[in-house]
């Protein structure tokens, strides 16, 4: 099984806070696209400074994240972001890596999109039983 990578469009939430306030015009709102690992053993998004630097997002707070060798980094928390692929679109905080690390898409914010991996395929696609818009479990 290889890598599963996905486009997702990254956006400054605070930012179209104020558009929804008439603080700020819509173009003027940092986002990007970027291609992310879809990563189902993380649980968060995790950014690099370069992607945090470009969207401007607010340190929120520090968090230890423990990478797939079992070391252990202080990351920054940022937010919030909002994520977006294809129909869908979560709001979230992510953790910000060093340098220009991956982007990682991790379980949380997948499970709120309501998107699946396919492996076979290696491909992360809208879940084909809620494909017009994404249902959560709330029990």
Known sequence: MGL????IE????EELGLV???LM???DVKRMTVSALVDSGSFMLAINQYVQEYLQLPVLDKKFG???DGTRLEC???????LKFKNRSTTCRAMVLLGDAEVLLGAIPMED???ILH???QELMVNPEHPTMAVTKLK
């Open 113 to 115: 999109l309501d998107v």
């Open 4 to 7: 599963t990578y996905a486009e």
């Open 66 to 68: 423990e990478m797939a």
């Open 76 to 82: 920054d928390v940022v937010g919030p972001v909002e």
């Open 25 to 27: 015009d819509k173009e």
């Open 10 to 13: 990254l956006i400054n939430s």
């Open 119 to 121: 492996p076979l395929r």
């Open 20 to 22: 929804r306030r008439h």
